[in-house]
C-alpha cells in the first residue's frame, strides 16, 4: 500500500520560513518523479515544485521561484520543500504526489499518489 505522509506545516509570519517533508512508504521514492503542490480555499490545486528521480533537474512556478527549494533524499524515501520568505499568498495546503510514469511536472493530472496534505498559513 502506497503512502506519501506530510509534515512540517504550521503557521508562520510573513517573511518567515517552514520546511516541509514527504515521507513515502510503499514504493521505492527513487524511481519516481515527485512534487509538491498547495491548494487555497476556493482554488484549484497548483504545481509548486517538482523534480525527477534523480534530484538534480527542478522545476517550480514563477510564484515560488527563488523562494522555495525542492529536494530529496532517496535513501530516506523523502520529499523536501523549504520554503523562505514566505507571505500571506502562500497560505495553502501543501500536498506531495509521486508518479512512475509520466515527467516530473507541476501538472497534477500527471501524478498517481498523493499525500493527505500539510497545512500551512502565513499571516501579515
Known amino acids: 500500500q502506497v503512502q506519501l505522509v506530510e509534515s512540517g506545516g504550521g503557521s508562520v509570519q510573513a517573511g518567515g520560513s517552514l520546511r516541509l517533508s514527504c515521507v513515502a512508504s510503499?514504493?521505492?521514492?527513487?524511481?519516481?518523479?515527485m512534487g509538491w503542490f498547495r491548494q487555497a480555499p476556493g482554488k484549484e490545486r497548483e504545481g509548486v515544485a517538482a523534480?525527477?528521480?534523480?534530484?538534480?533537474?527542478?522545476y517550480y512556478a514563477d510564484s515560488v521561484k527563488g523562494r522555495f527549494t525542492i529536494s530529496r533524499d532517496n535513501a530516506k524515501n523523502t520529499l523536501y520543500l523549504q520554503m523562505n520568505s514566505l507571505k500571506p499568498e502562500d497560505t495553502a495546503d501543501y500536498y506531495c504526489?509521486?508518479?512512475?510514469?509520466?515527467?516530473?511536472?507541476?501538472?497534477?493530472?500527471?501524478?498517481?499518489?498523493w499525500g493527505q496534505g500539510t497545512q500551512v498559513t502565513v499571516s501579515s
Open positions: 504526489a509521486a508518479t512512475r510514469w509520466y515527467c516530473a511536472s507541476l501538472q497534477k493530472d500527471q501524478y498517481n499518489y
Open positions: 510503499g514504493i521505492t521514492a527513487s524511481r519516481y518523479n
Open positions: 523534480t525527477y528521480t534523480g534530484g538534480r533537474t527542478k
